[in-house]
């Protein structure tokens, strides 16, 4: 992939943005980039080309994270965070700073005045960059299952730019392939051209030296004797050199097929040359397995039981030709050294000749010697160019890349899944919502849901008061809703008539507002003669004794631990019928308290005492003991705030009071807002009672 990539020089892409999406102008950019490699570069960055003339542009870059990359190790360098740039250039200008180097060029015949507006942008990318992106989008399979033809094919955004793509890819996979089924026969020729390099210096230096001795010496010829001795020296020497150049082929043989896990690639000329029927034999059946593997791994069986057993033939084969190709070296060394004693034999008979002649002997075969190698290397240098000349590629290109059809937008497609998706999307959100987020908006909401009765509503109180019956103005809308609050318990039916009624407050979670309900339920009684007691029933928090009752020394926990009297944790306020007990120091144990006979005792006490006895309890998702205390109270109040409470874990709450309370259950919403004709009439209905009692 990155030979392609460097063969196309795909560094620089070029875009102009549409209304829908970015249009890839490969081959119709009006510009052109020059990036100077001998600088980092800023890549996948766009940078922004406004053509404000045919002189001028304004390059404009924003930068959030991107890389500097060195195009000549191929390595990023370096990081660049938050940058902007922006800048007016001529064209044909340099563009240098710390983060880029480049030129931009117009090209010739664009008319100007068409593009002027146009919003241009163009990408530098690194070679790993476009690995990554165009391996993503390469695809190759087979044709069919067992078919030895393979399809490839590229999702591009510019038709052009992937044929050009698919063209340089398929040319390099067959360079590659060709290249890799050459690679002994290159290096058979570069070994045979070293040693020619070698011969043909020490073929010079012989043949000067023979020369330089017949001139010297003025040597015309030798005996039959020393003529003799030198024609089996010489057949002796020629045996000597191929034996030689043998075992060179043997060794070179060896060590790359050790080397080497794939043999098929080696060159038939140097297999023939071993003079070896048994191991040609063995290397030929050894070539033929290999090429069975690769076609069953080409036709994707890299798991077929065929693969293994090949596998498991080809290891034996290789082993077995190890020790052939050992076995052989070692028979040719020592075959050898028999030549080389031959020829210290035929030297020593040399010795005993004249000076003279021994001497023109030694020259001549010098030269002959080195002319006999010279001459064999070049005839197995003519044969090894012979057999790369001879390889072709294992692949071959049955059709061309051609424009197959858009992949990308499909209109049809994505209109349909446009209108679905519009569809599903909120339909799922309204079920997951109702199923788990639902709140309950008002009075009308809830009685879609629930059979349960609603004792009242409590409005939103205009100015936020907590107090609303102890404050000067006690006539906002909350006020009067705690008063038909008021009223609506005159019509519930009572186990106790006229004396000792105990109202429950508790809720689903904590805010609902059930300490405000309670605290002001309490006053609302009181203010009609009522004498109402307040219980802080939440043991666990106390809401009510912090905020509305102010933390008192004593409360519940106390007397319901037997540490004080009843009459020790009742807070009486002068002039009022409403009176307040806290919860005290919170204790550890508050279920165990208010299931104790001490909580009965108590209740039964204030019944005697008071009219009304209010409890505000912990919320009854949380703790049992609104539970407990609503087996012991005439009325159980589930305060419900809307556009608050969740309905699904309302309806739990609410089903499991009535399973173990019955009708003593009933519901109080609150926060409910008024309407502006409600509040208005409110307001004015109290504002002409105030200007009639001031005439």
Known sequence: MEKVL?????????????????HNIYTSSPFLVILDRNYLQLTGVQMHIEILSKDLYTLTVEVDEAPLHNFISGRNEQEVLDWEYKHTYRFGDPVENENFNFTILLKDGVNVDKITGENFYFVARSSRQLINDYKDNLLIEATQVDATAINISLVANNYQQGKDFLDKYVETIIEHDLQRKNHIAFSTI??????????????????????????????????????????????????????????????????????????????????????????????????????????????RQAKSPQLRELNFQINNLKNTILVNLQYELDASRLALQQVEQKLRTLNSELNSLPETQRNLISFERNFRLNDEIYTFLIQKRSEAQIAKASNLPDYEIIDYPAYEGMKAPKEARNIVLMIFLGLLIPTVYMLIHEAFFEKIADIDDYRLGFESPVLGQIYLSSNGEKRLFEEDNNRPIAAEAFRKLRTNLGFWTWQHEKKGR??????????????????????????????????????????????????REHGISEYLSSQVALDDVIEKKHGSNVEYISTGPLPPNPSELVESEECRDMLYELRKKYDYIIADTAPTSVTAESLSLGRMADLVLVVLRVNYTLKKEFTEVLKELEDSLGKKVTVLLNGVKASRNRYYNYSSYYLKQNQKKHV
Request: glycine share 6%.
């Open 502 to 551: 105990i109202i429950l407050f508790t809720s689903t979670m904590p805010g609902e507002g059930k300490t405000f309900c309670s605290y002001n339920l309490g006053h609302a009684l009181g203010a009609i003669g009522k004498k109402v007691v307040i219980l802080d029933f939440d043991l666990r928090k106390g809401d009510l004794s912090q905020n509305y009752f102010g933390n």
């Open 6 to 22: 460097n063969k196309l020089n795909f560094s620089v892409f070029y875009y102009q943005k549409k209304l829908l999406y970015d």
């Open 190 to 299: 570069d070994f045979i051209d070293e040693q020619l390099a070698d011969v043909f210096d020490s073929l010079s230096l012989a043949e000067q030296s023979l020369q330089d001795f017949k001139t010297r010496r003025q040597v015309v010829d030798v005996n039959l004797k020393a003529g003799q001795i030198y024609e089996n020296l010489q057949l002796i020497n020629v045996e000597k050199d191929q034996m030689e150049a043998h075992i060179n082929n043997l060794e070179f043989l060896n060590e790359n097929f050790q080397n080497d896990e794939d043999f098929t690639a080696h060159s038939v000329t140097v297999i023939s040359d071993l003079n070896n029927q048994v191991l040609n034999d063995l290397l030929n059946e050894y070539i033929n397995l290999i090429g069975r593997v690769n076609h069953l791994l080409e036709n």
